[in-house]
């Protein structure tokens, strides 16, 4: 009898809690379900995509003790002796807009981590130690992060809205899309990424043009590094494509308002900021055009591409007293130039060369230094060798050669005072080689 009647208390409470579940708003589940959906990336949505690669390799750098450095090269690609590398794994999510003119709205954001985040985020470093015995594989960048917009307007009118990257130059960020394995001179003087507003528009299929407001280049905050101040850079762009699309002619600028970021690899061990990062009084400006180009030849049947880089670049300063009191310190200009050519010999097979000459006024772009006199003059040619053997597999191999007023720097000393440096003229040897996987 007793277990009878447990029996019936058990029914009789489940009656109960089953009464209660009808009772409640039968909604509840479907809202938690549509929160969940709505605030969630669903991994097989078609629309939005993940793609990146692996890229690590092995350089030699034939320029004597391990503190000597090659002014121009990227802090990667300077490092002595013997060293394997793993340059960078990168991971981009993003959804296009798609080719339709109507309103609409897309995103991308790009992440590396590898040795080169280190000096992506930084190319001069604060210490020259840094270069080899700090060096790991655990920095990660964040090189894009915007939300793409387009405005039904004439033929669409796109805009880019967060941290992008710069509009300058030939070469770009991610190296396995470079012809060459190792970061070229005018590279090194670009900026790498700004945070704003980038708005482009396509006039027709041979003309289009980008215009931009952002902080200034390689910072998050406003191109005052001094803090004394406010200022904006300002970008514009004008591309010229060849009707049949075998070339392109593109002419861009930047101006800064004041004084702007500058990540150039530092030629003296010190560190010593140079004339475009260091203002007391937070006034100057900066000013750089680049122009550059290629060109398909259509009679090598995309076989044979040529290209060309220029950079012509000006900066203003006053109250500059880190090295030198002088309230009219003067600015720096620098200029340069760089050719390029790479022919496809077979499906599997090609070879690229690279040769760049990038002068100045004075050293300013780089550091301020009383180690080398004279203007700044600098040389490099670069041949590399690409094996396409499989699918989403590249292997290159390279052989690099530097020269020029002060091109190698040697600090000799751990103090790394300005009186304990020695330059040369080099020439300064490179080998080095990259396997990269795709996906």
């Known amino acids: 009898m007793k277990n009878i009647a447990l029996i019936i208390i058990s029914f009789a409470w489940a009656g109960c809690f089953t009464a209660l579940a009808d009772d409640l708003p039968t909604s509840s589940a479907k809202d938690t379900k549509k929160i969940v959906q709505n605030n969630f990336l669903e991994t097989t949505q078609r629309d939005v995509r993940l793609s990146g ?141 700004y945070t704003g507003v980038l708005s482009s528009y396509r006039f027709d299929d041979c003309l289009d043009g980008k215009l931009g407001v952002v902080n200034g280049s390689n910072t998050d905050n406003n191109t005052t590094t001094s803090g004394l101040g406010d200022g904006c850079a300002v970008l514009a762009s004008l591309n010229v494509n060849a009707p049949g699309g075998n070339a392109i002619w593109s002419n861009n600028l930047q101006y800064s308002s004041n004084n702007d970021n500058n990540t150039s690899y530092s030629i003296d061990g010190s560190r010593t900021p140079s004339v475009l990062e260091w203002d007391s009084s937070g006034t100057g400006y900066v000013f750089i055009y680049n122009s550059w180009g290629n060109w398909a030849p259509r009679c090598a049947e995309d076989k044979l591409l040529f290209a060309f880089n220029t950079v012509l670049g000006t900066a203003s300063v006053n109250g500059y007293n880190n090295v030198n009191t002088n309230p009219s310190q003067p600015g720096t200009t620098w200029y340069g130039a760089g050719a390029y050519a790479k022919y496809q010999i077979n499906d599997w097979f090609y070879l690229a060369s690279r040769g760049e000459y990038l002068g100045g006024n004075n050293f300013k772009k780089v550091a301020y230094t009383s180690v080398v006199n004279g203007g700044m003059s600098y040389w490099e040619w670069t041949l590399t060798a690409g094996f396409n053997v499989v699918d989403n597999l590249l292997i290159r191999a390279e052989y690099r050669l530097d020269w020029g007023n002060g091109a190698v720097n040697n600090v000799e000393r751990p103090s790394r005072s300005m009186t304990d440096e020695t330059t040369n003229s080099g020439p300064a040897h490179y080998a080095g080689a990259e396997i990269v996987y795709s996906f």
Not at 92 to 107: M, W
Not at 122 to 143: A, Q, V
Not at 162 to 172: D, N, R
């Open 53 to 193: 690669y692996v890229d690590a390799g092995y350089s030699y750098n034939f320029t004597g003790p391990r503190s000597s450095k090659v002014t121009g090269r990227f802090g990667t690609d300077t490092a002595q002796y013997g060293d394997f590398n793993l340059y960078a794994v990168k991971l981009a999510l993003e959804k296009k807009l798609n080719s339709e003119n109507k309103a609409q709205a897309g995103f991308r954001v790009d992440v590396m981590i590898g040795e080169d985040s280190y000096y992506l985020i930084n190319r001069t470093p604060s210490n020259t130690s840094e270069d080899n015995t700090r060096m790991n594989s655990d920095e990660l960048f964040l090189e894009q992060a915007y939300t793409d917009i387009r405005a039904p307007v004439g033929n669409g009118w796109d805009f880019k809205i967060g941290k992008f990257v710069s509009i300058l130059g030939y070469e770009v960020i991610e190296r396995p899309a470079n012809m060459n394995i190792t970061y070229g001179l005018l590279f090194q003087q670009f900026p790498l990424t």
